[in-house]
């Protein structure tokens, strides 16, 4: 049996990273019950656990495209796939180092798979319907997540257990990777359009030279950057409105995918959207009222996510773009992306130790930092098109 419709293809992918965010975020949720079991109540091992995921994060980006090109797409996918079950030994875990190794493993798996959507969208899917899929494999981490921080103790009530839960959902992970091995990744089915077909040899030496690249992960590396610094430092600063961004970034996720459908250009929906981000971060950051907060992270959310359908759609649509340059493409925006946040997450934290646990530095720090999206719209290309009308079309307008 092969699987070649292409919805089932993206049925899989969307499914898999949905999976593997229930069981990262669970994972994450439960670490206080797995440090516990292991006797460990060192703030350092919880904090060296955080610090392996982000290496995971940086390293797995940067190194998808080199994995892709030695094992090919459809057994560089397997392979994420795999990394991703490897969570199975989190609540298993009988000391310390294979804990911390199941969830390098697991990270390492993830950041493979993010960067792999993109070629495989570019392979299975037509450039008209690449927005709608790019738009829901944005919104499955969130899928995931949302699940795990709404319905998580119900999930465990069910299976009674929270070590059977997180098992649960890498068993479910492994099954689905196996799923993925049917599908028929023949000639055949690469390629909708002339441009795609074009064989390029783009290599990482090539991706550094690129400047639209540096330019794309500069734009995203700020918003990135605060939104990691949400969960992790906002919730000790007293703000705790984190859930309201994930529940609305869900809706401003189907609502870009929409307007992403109907209206072609690129650049004004992330240029705007940016600097809404800005507003309600400010709001979030500095506002004394628990309302406004509330009503800003709400905002947030829904323009944090937004414009992700154009913003990833931007490479999709560059001229001759090839699945082996799309994929060094996101490697590299992800890693850079991924490389600037730890390195601005580190600068948060340290001017809250200088400040003695003020942060109002920080936070004018990271509300400046968010800018790069508004800012960097100014340097990507506009990639979409508007339909130039007819004659006939305009005889009829008037």
């Known amino acids: 049996m092969k699987i070649s419709n292409k919805y089932l293809v993206e049925a899989i992918v969307f499914i898999s990273y949905v999976l593997f965010a229930m069981a990262w975020v669970g994972g994450t949720a439960s670490m206080g019950q797995i440090m516990s079991a292991m006797h460990i109540d ?50 298993f875990a009988p ?28 392979q299975w899917f037509p450039v008209n319907e690449r927005p709608v899929i790019n738009g829901l494999n944005a919104v499955a981490f969130n899928i995931g997540t949302g699940v795990v921080l709404w319905k998580m ?3 465990n009530q069910f299976t009674g257990d929270w070590k059977i839960s997180l098992i649960s959902f890498s068993i479910a992970s ?3 990777s196996f799923v993925w091995l049917l599908v028929n990744f023949e000639p055949e089915t690469q ?9 390029e040899n783009y290599s990482y030496i090539d991706g ?18 605060f939104y990691i610094c949400l969960f992790t430092f906002y919730p000790k600063a007293g703000i705790s409105q984190s859930k309201w961004v994930i529940g609305f970034g869900i809706v401003g996720t189907l609502a870009g995918i929409i307007y992403s459908k109907k209206m072609p250009l690129r650049l004004p929906v992330i240029r705007w959207s940016g600097a809404m981000m800005v507003l309600t971060i400010i709001g979030v950051s500095f506002s004394s009222s628990v309302w406004l907060q509330t009503l800003s992270a709400i905002v947030l959310g829904f323009f944090i996510f937004f414009p992700i359908t154009a913003l990833v759609s931007i490479p999709h649509e560059l ?17 850079i992306s991924y490389l600037l946040s730890t390195v601005i997450l580190w600068l948060f934290g340290k001017l809250v130790d200088m400040n003695q646990g003020d942060y109002t530095a920080s936070f004018i720090l990271i ?32």
């Open 95 to 122: 000391n310390y180092e294979l804990l911390l190794l199941s969830r390098f493993l697991m990270g390492l798996g993830g950041a493979f798979m993010i960067v792999y959507f993109n070629p495989i969208v570019m």
């Open 153 to 155: 103790t119900a999930i």
């Open 191 to 199: 390629g909708h359009d002339q441009e795609s077909q074009t064989v």
């Open 319 to 335: 001229p001759k773009m090839t699945g082996q340059r799309i994929t060094v493409v996101f490697s590299f925006f992800y890693s």
């Open 367 to 398: 509300s400046l930092i968010s800018s790069t999206f508004f800012i960097g719209s100014f340097f990507l290309p506009e990639t979409g098109k508007v339909k130039e009308l007819t004659i006939k079309d305009k005889l009829c307008a008037e």
């Open 208 to 225: 550094l030279k690129d400047k639209f690249i540096w330019a794309y992960g500069l734009t995203y590396s700020g918003l990135l950057a």
């Open 42 to 91: 060192s703030l350092a091992s919880a904090s060296f656990i955080s610090g392996a995921v982000t290496l995971a994060k940086i390293v797995g980006t940067f190194a998808a495209a080199w994995v892709a090109l030695k094992f090919g797409l459809k057994y560089a996918f397997f392979i994420a796939s795999l990394f991703i079950a490897i969570g199975l030994l989190t609540p």
């Open 174 to 176: 492994l099954l689905l």
